[in-house]
Structure formats: C-alpha cells, structure tokens
C-alpha cells in the first residue's frame, strides 16, 4: 500500500476525529481548497459521492445501468428539466468519481474577462461581483500553475499577466483554421489548456484520461494534498444534510454502504456543484433555518445558469493533417460587442463525424418533448449518417454563449427524483436575442460557405451549471458573502460553481479553481 492508499478511509474511522475543515465534492473547487488548506498544515476529510479507481472509455449500455456510469465517473442518473414548461431527461456531461466532473471535460481552463466582473446587462441592472478582476488575478495565475495550463496570450487583452507553458504544435488542419482566421481579420489565440500531450494523446474530452495528459482536480490537487499527509478521502459517501445552529455548521449527515454517519468538522466546505450544494442546504432544515441553511430570502438554488453552446461545423478548405493537438484556437472578438455580451468561439477537437453528429442529435432529442419515444432516438442514426457524409472533413467548432441569472431559473430539491432535484428554466426573450446575433457574427466572420451551425434552438449546456448558491455582499439579494461563506454562519462555504453571481461567456473551470485558492488563502 502506498501513502496515497493509506490516505483513502471508510466513515468509520473518521466519526471519532474533529478535522479542521470538511469537504464534501472533489471536483474542481473543492479540489484546489483541499491542495492550498493541506499546505498550510489543515487537517481535512473529503467525501465523494463516487468511486475511487475509474475506469476510461465509453459505456455499454450506460443509459441502462448507473453502476457502469459511476465505474466510468459519469453521474448515473438523468436529470428532469422543464424547459419554458416542456418536461424532458437528460443525460448531463457530470462526472462522478473522485476530481468530479473535471475527469470529463475537456480541458479547456480560460479566465474570465475584466468586465466579467463590473458588467451591466439585461433591463440596465448592474450584475457586480463583490471583488474585481484584479483580486482574482493573482489566483488565476497560481490555478494556471497548478493545473499545468498552456496557451498564448488572447491579443485583445494585451495588458492581462500570464506565465503559461508554451502550448503543444498544432495540427496541419487546424494551423490552416488559426490563419484562415487570422486573414478574416479576427484574432485567434492558442486556447488555454491544462493537457500534457504524451505519447498518443487524444485529448480525452468526455471521458477519463489514464495517461494523466489531462490536468484535473485529482492529478493536480487531491493527489499532492494526499501526499502532504494531511488529507483523509472517503469514497461512496452521500452527504445528505448539514447540521448548524443559528451562528454555526456542526457537522455533515453523510450515508456510506447504507450506514448513516454524523462527521463533526471545525469547518465545512459543500463543492457538490451548482445542482447538489443548493439541494443539500434546501434540505438541512431546522428551528434556527426552517426554510434551509441560507434560504432565508428564498434564494438557494434560484438563479440557475448555463451556458449556451452552438456547435459550428467548419471546412478548412484544404486537406491537411489532422494528427497532433486540436484543441488548439480560442477566439474572443465576439465576447462583447457595446453593451451586449456574448461570448467566445473555441476548436472543440472533434470532427464533423458520423459518432459526434449523432451525439449532438441525441443530446437535442432528450431536451425534447419526444424524448421518451425510443423508437425516434434509434431513427436518429439515419441523419447522423447522411450528415457525416455531407459534412465530411469539417471541423467542429463550439460558441459559449453567457447566460443572465433570473430568480425563477432554478434547481428544485426532489426526493422522487433519482438524482434528487429537478430543473426549471425559462429562455426568455434576451437570450434567444443574443444568440441569433453571436449566431450572425461568427457566420458573417468565417464565411457562410466555409460554415454551418449543428445544432437548433437554445442549445442549453447542462454541463455549465452556475450560480445557485450566489455571492454578494447583501444578504438579502445573495447566499453567501464575498468569502464564499454562507450568510449568517462563520464556518460554512460553498465552493462550487454555485457561488458565481454571472456566468461569464466562457468555460467555467479556472475561474471555480481560482476563487476556492482565494478564499483559502484567506482561512
């Protein structure tokens, strides 16, 4: 057994011990709050929903069982969402499994931008963050450290201070993108990843990576925590409640192998995601919060964003090589334009191939009201084939597009419900505005010709979730305060994608890691 072995425990050793901070969620935020708060000496137990050793590749019929998802990091059940009143299921892009969901993305860790934290946007009302651009710079640097990113500066943004790995050599077809944008009079940069690129290195976007190519919470933050000899995990635990008095967090309600433990903490940490952190606190009701832990103004899971992702295939107009790294080109022009924000372009690394067609029509067809008519999910296969072919040697490209928070948007605690909540969404009538235009923008830049957009309607990311558990320095329009600890109690963060008051128009990963390094900082 080696040190990191003989750091991993079951629940029945750890009642007994008093740890100075508790984390529930291995994902990215807690994963970084774990690697800074270890290296200062912290004792900390963390506790993870799934499992320890997970397996890669895709899953045999994994609609049919949740224990091959889990085996394989992904959450095992679909998620319930009514979309403008229409009920579909889904299966969301969310890890489960010690570093969470971060052990299926794709990698890409790109900061936010300055006015992301100053921005006005729909009806005037002004979205301010408690801090500024500048109180976090300083953590996206040590996050971009930590998870080894590599890129080159976006030359829109001249003025921001980067020290990043010089990135991997791009592929042929995707050297050919960069200066076919270039002579658009755009201004591509090489997108900033946290991928090593051994021998044979595929990226692995949506699935496990077992050459540890790719940078994610365990590899780069649980594991050198474990080696500090300060870090405790326990796997297959599922934190149900948290139990506080007026002032102060006590202790977690946690289920391992069917056996309730009460685990009492100095400190408590929820980085379950933006879906599970709002249903924990909903449900941790008692005389000092009858309503649930921080819900006093009814806040708690309200405010629900995503993101909004096209998928754009793109012909090159040559045919070049695409051996080598394709995850290589981000593109910022669109981001903002006047007052409207909108959001960025990036190279997916994936082609416009017959298996990634019919994922995205698939994806399309569970927030459909159709979705549980299977014998129209099996029919799909006839236009995935035909658009492969039509499509062939194209390139896909992804927007994301920001998303507003509104208070009837939002994360529903549901026991009857597998996974344990619901969605409720409105697309309201801004969004579909902006979409069209970023829509507009990245056609008229590329090319009619040269592009053609994959997907249809509001293309929700599921993946993206955000802003559930909000930040702001008043307690009765936010969660938690400008430490990310919730309103009213000294010792209970959250430290997910929750705390975030707008959703940015870019992938949300950097920004979680460097805010749970600026608030541990400050522990």
Not at 116 to 138: M, N, V
Not at 210 to 232: F, H, Q, R, V
Not at 281 to 292: C, H, Q, T
Request: aromatic residues 10%.
């Amino acid at each position: 057994m080696n040190h990191v072995d003989a750091k991993i425990v079951t629940l029945d050793e750890c009642v007994e011990k008093q740890w100075d901070f508790v984390i529930a969620g291995s994902g990215i935020g807690g994963g970084a709050a774990a690697y800074a708060l270890t290296k200062k000496g912290f004792r900390v137990l963390m506790l993870e929903k799934g499992c320890f050793n997970l397996l890669s590749g895709d899953v045999s019929k994994e609609q049919e069982s949740p224990n091959e998802r889990v085996k394989h990091g992904k959450w095992p059940y679909q998620i319930k969402s009514i979309i403008d009143g229409s009920e579909s299921h889904t299966w969301p892009p969310l890890g489960c499994g010690v570093g969470g969901t971060s052990q299926l993305y794709a990698a890409a860790l790109q900061r936010f931008e300055a006015v992301d934290f100053k921005q006005t946007c729909r009806d005037g009302k002004a979205l301010l963050w408690p801090f500024g651009y500048s109180d976090i710079e300083p953590y996206y640097q040590q996050a971009e450290a930590l998870f080894s990113v590599s890129g080159t500066k976006n030359p829109l943004s001249p003025d921001e201070s980067y020290d990043l790995n010089d990135p991997q050599a791009m592929s042929e077809v995707d050297s050919c993108f960069f200066q076919m944008f270039r002579e658009k009079g755009l201004n591509p940069y090489r997108l900033h990843v946290g991928i090593d690129y051994k021998d044979q290195c595929f990226e692995c976007g949506g699935k496990v990576c077992l050459k540890d190519c790719k940078k994610n919470s365990y590899n780069s933050c649980i594991e050198p925590a474990m080696n500090t000899g300060n870090l405790w995990l326990a796997t297959e635990c599922e934190v149900s409640t948290v139990s506080a008095n007026a002032k102060s967090a006590e202790s977690l309600d946690v289920v391992q192998n069917g056996k309730l433990f009460k685990i009492h903490s100095k400190n408590i940490i929820l980085s379950c995601g933006a879906y599970m952190s709002p249903v924990i606190l909903r449900r941790s009701k008692n005389k000092s919060w009858p309503s649930g832990i921080g819900n006093d103004h009814d806040l708690v899971g309200r405010n629900l964003m995503f993101h909004v992702s096209d998928f754009i295939a793109i012909w090159s107009g040559s045919k070049k090589s695409k051996s080598g790294a394709r995850k290589t080109i981000a593109i910022r022009d669109f981001y903002q334009h006047g007052d409207l924000k909108l959001g960025e372009l990036q190279s997916s690394g994936l082609d416009a191939d017959y298996g990634n067609i019919l994922y995205s029509l698939i994806m399309k067809f569970e927030q459909s009201k159709f979705s549980k008519i299977k014998l129209f999910k099996q029919l799909l296969r006839i236009p995935a084939y035909l658009g492969s072919k039509l499509f062939g040697g194209a390139t896909v490209f992804a927007t994301i597009l920001e998303d507003f928070p509104y208070k009837e948007n939002r994360v529903v605690d549901c026991k009857e419900e597998k996974s344990g909540f619901f969605v409720e969404y409105s697309i309201h009538d801004e969004l579909k505005h902006r979409l069209k235009y970023m829509r507009e923008k990245v056609r008229h830049s590329v090319g009619v010709k040269r592009s053609m957009v994959l997907s249809s309607g509001v293309p929700l990311n599921f993946g993206h979730p955000c802003g559930t558990c909000r930040m702001g320095s008043d307690p009765s329009s936010s969660v938690l305060d400008e430490d990310c600890r919730v309103h009213g109690l000294n010792n209970l963060y959250v430290l997910d994608a929750s705390f975030m008051p707008t959703s940015g128009g870019t992938n949300p990963s950097l920004t979680i890691a460097a805010n749970a390094l600026r608030v541990a900082s400050k522990l």
